[in-house]
Nanobody, 120 residues
């Protein structure tokens, strides 16, 4: 089994920054897994924020966060990060990290989520 635990959420004013962490553990977790970040705002469907591959050479960001959010990972620590700058009220959501074996496979592993609230 794989366990993912997010941390770093909180309340921040618009224009501020937060860094989310996602620590992976479990006997079957591999640093070759893609890591993804998702978010779900109240009353809305969950949406993808970005994906980072195992080597960090490939990163995808949804348009609404490009230039403001940066994903990274430290495979030695089994941890992925989401640095969020220039936060906007519309970024308010529960943020989840997820892992998948490879591109095209399903997101089989999910964290419990961490709340990010951006006040105007």
């Amino acid at each position: 089994q794989v366990q993912l635990v997010e941390s770093g959420g909180g309340l921040v004013q618009a224009g501020g920054s937060l860094r989310l962490s996602c620590e992976a553990s479990g006997r079957t977790f591999s640093n070759y897994y893609d890591m993804g970040w998702f978010r779900q705002a109240p009353g809305k469907e969950r949406e993808i924020v970005g994906v980072i591959n195992w080597s960090s050479r490939s990163r995808y960001y949804t348009d609404s966060v490009k230039g403001r959010f940066t994903m990274s990972r430290d495979n030695a620590k089994n941890t992925a990060y989401l640095q969020m700058n220039s936060l906007k009220p519309e970024d308010t959501a529960v943020y989840y990290c997820a892992a998948r074996v490879s591109e095209g496979s399903t997101w089989d592993y999910w964290g419990q989520g961490t709340q990010v609230t951006v006040s105007s």
